[in-house]
């Protein structure tokens, strides 16, 4: 089973930037593909971002295309996503997730690791 703790979340103005990190510990971490999803205060948790193991093929949301950008390191047992042009809908709590799935799975139950969130707050 692999851990996850998230970090970097914050505030920040709308056209701003963050990077978030995951931390992975436990058993291996090299097999899983690793996500980001998102959840906005009386919504549901939504897709924003996956990276397969190998860290070769990666897949977004519409809303952040060109703009978020989902990262790897295997040998660290790290994931980032680096968040640049930010905007005012983009305010939520970030998790970061683990699983055996494609990268391109977003829906949230194939996902059965998760940290336990960041908050991320843009303002106008």
């Known amino acids: 089973q692999v851990q996850l703790v998230e970090s970097g979340g914050g505030l920040v103005q709308a056209g701003g930037s963050l990077r978030l990190s995951c931390a992975a510990s436990g058993r291996a971490f090299t097999p899983y593909a690793m996500g980001w999803f998102r959840q906005a205060p009386g919504k549901e948790r939504e897709f924003v971002a996956a990276?397969?193991?190998?860290?070769?093929?990666?897949y977004y949301a519409d809303a952040v295309k060109g703009r978020f950008t989902i990262s790897r390191d295997n040998a660290e047992k790290m994931a980032w996503l680096q968040m640049n042009n930010l905007k005012p809908e983009d305010t939520a709590v970030y998790y970061c997730?683990?699983?055996?799935?494609?990268?391109?799975?977003?829906?949230?139950?194939?996902?059965?690791?998760w940290g336990q969130g960041t908050q991320v707050n843009v303002s106008s």
């Open positions: 997730a683990a699983d055996l799935v494609p990268c391109d799975t977003y829906t949230t139950y194939q996902w059965s690791t």
């Open positions: 990276i397969n193991w190998s860290g070769d093929s990666t």
